[in-house]
């Protein structure tokens, strides 16, 4: 079972996927460290404004995938600025106490979370599995037992999905799906667990088998389908998240929104 989904292909397809993968990596590790609430205001919108730019797909597509991540946005901020310390008091009702150094504690970590959202979103919609892990062996030398164990582990998602939904089908023709209660719940997570473990154990063991068969343990002297390697795109990608690192701090400095500079201390 396929989902499609239109789908239009920006240059960010054609980066190298092991690249985006380690500048992904070093864009959550930097985010991290940003404490000054102006900063993150500016870089988490500049991130948006490149995940609706280039992420390809639909504008309704993209704003679906939104969705989650800003009802993480709001719990982990709203939880931050009702239940927060700070010497500034805002707004105070019981146990709920909202205070200034609370509010931008708060929407500091809701941001940063929409940030990581946007990283994983870019870097998610851009690049196809199998391009990324014929990249990590061509580029980083993973070791081909991995990298095509795991694009085969990936090409069973679906297969389970659709076993699931058949399942399914079949219990529902057999009136199984109508009963309630919870004799009713173990006995159907007992008709969907055996049959979809028995199925996954034999499969991945004609996997296995023939994977060993076409020498994919073998290490070195390989020739691969797809040559995944750098081009103009590569310095594009780098460029345009320096141009958004840069302007984010430009900005902050120049033309702040609030006078705080570090929400860790006020």
């Not at 989650?68 to 709920?96: C, E, H, R, V, Y």
């Not at 034999?202 to 040559?227: C, D, G, L, P, S």
Request: positive net charge; aromatic residues 16%; charged residues 15%.
């Amino acid at each position: 079972m396929q989902l499609a989904l239109y789908n239009n292909k920006t240059w960010m397809y054609q980066v190298n996927p092991s690249l985006k993968l380690m500048l992904m990596i070093i864009l959550f590790i930097s985010i991290l460290f940003i404490h000054n609430i102006n900063v993150m205001i500016n870089l988490t919108s500049l991130f948006l404004v490149v995940y609706l730019l280039f992420a390809g797909y639909s504008l309704k597509l993209k704003s679906l995938l939104l969705i989650p991540f800003l009802i993480l946005f709001l719990s982990s901020s709203m939880s931050m600025i009702m239940f927060g310390k700070g010497d500034t008091t805002l707004f105070q009702a019981g146990i709920i106490h909202v205070t200034e150094e609370s509010l931008f504690r708060g929407v500091h970590l809701g941001l940063r979370s929409m940030a990581f959202a946007f990283c994983g979103l870019i870097f998610a919609l851009t690049t196809k599995p199998v391009f990324l892990f014929y990249s990590l062996m061509q580029q980083c030398k993973l070791p081909p037992k991995y990298a095509y164990g795991f694009m085969a582990g990936v090409r069973l998602l679906p297969i389970m999905l659709e076993e699931f939904f058949t399942i399914r089908k079949a219990l529902m023709v057999r009136g199984v799906e109508q009963k309630k209660g919870l004799g009713a719940l173990i006995k159907k997570l007992h008709y969907y667990s055996i049959p979809l473990l028995s199925q996954s154990i034999r499969r991945a063991h004609r996997i296995a088998v023939a994977m060993e068969a076409k020498r994919f343990m073998k290490q070195q002297n390989r020739t691969y389908y797809y040559h995944i390697g750098y081009g103009k795109n590569d310095v594009w990608f780098i460029g345009v998240f320096i141009i958004v690192y840069a302007l984010s701090y430009l900005v902050a400095f120049y033309t702040p929104f609030f006078p705080i500079t570090d929400v860790r201390y006020g």
